[in-house]
């Protein structure tokens, strides 16, 4: 193996403060409308919207829990996503740092335009080799293209590449059909994704980051 091809959210990057953070506007947004809801309820329907693979969580907790249209077409252009609120994990410098005396590192995920600054910001660009991104790119995950764009860029053959994520339909499917090693990791919403057969089944699972360098080192 050559090549280890992270996703970001939840992957290197903490989404759980923003992703919290637009919950409780959702919770403000629909309370004030007269709604009893709480924090937790809206969680429990993320998780099942992973659960079940359905792609716009905050769109299925809003239909779930609000059930006039009237109001939920109030609340939605109320909510905001602050990406500011991102964090890197702890670790994901040292780990990046490591990893990167036995291997080449590039990026593959779906992000908002300015992710070169972003790591940069976070003190991980001088770790990325390659950076293949949908706003940047056009394309989105799982779009298998947008891993060929990843590939290609970095002169890569699957068979010489990992892909490490925390989704299953966005992270492991794609790269697998491409003849990628598959790592996924249980940060974040995504854990809450379940697998049924080989093709959507990663060949390694970790915790945390800080796993990573028992299983490649």
């Known amino acids: 193996m050559k090549w280890l091809f992270f996703d970001i959210g939840d992957t290197l990057v903490n989404e759980w403060v923003p992703v919290d953070h637009i919950i409780g506007q959702f919770v403000r947004e629909a309370n004030g409308l007269g709604y009893n809801i709480t924090m937790e309820d809206v969680r429990s329907k993320f998780i099942q919207s992973y659960s079940n693979y359905i792609a716009s969580p905050m769109q299925y907790a809003i239909s779930e829990l609000v059930p006039s249209e009237e109001d939920r077409e109030y609340i939605k252009p109320r909510l905001k996503f602050q990406k500011e609120l991102e964090e890197p994990y702890a670790e994901a410098r040292s780990v990046l740092e490591q990893l990167g005396e036995r291997y080449r590192i590039g990026i593959v995920a779906n992000q908002s335009p300015g992710t070169e600054e972003r790591l940069e910001k976070y003190g991980l660009r001088s770790y990325v080799d390659v950076i293949a991104c949908s706003a940047e790119q056009g394309l989105s995950k799982p779009d298998v293209r947008l891993y060929q764009y990843a590939l290609k860029t970095a002169g890569a053959e699957p068979s010489e590449s990992i892909m490490i994520g925390d989704r299953i339909d966005n992270d492991i499917i794609p ?10 990791i249980m940060q974040g919403y995504g854990r809450y994704q379940p697998f049924t057969n080989d093709k959507d ?5 970790v915790n945390n980051l800080n796993a990573l360098t028992a299983l490649l080192l």
């Open 201 to 205: 089944t990663p060949d390694y699972t």
């Open 175 to 184: 790269a697998k059909s491409l003849g990628m090693i598959t790592i996924r």
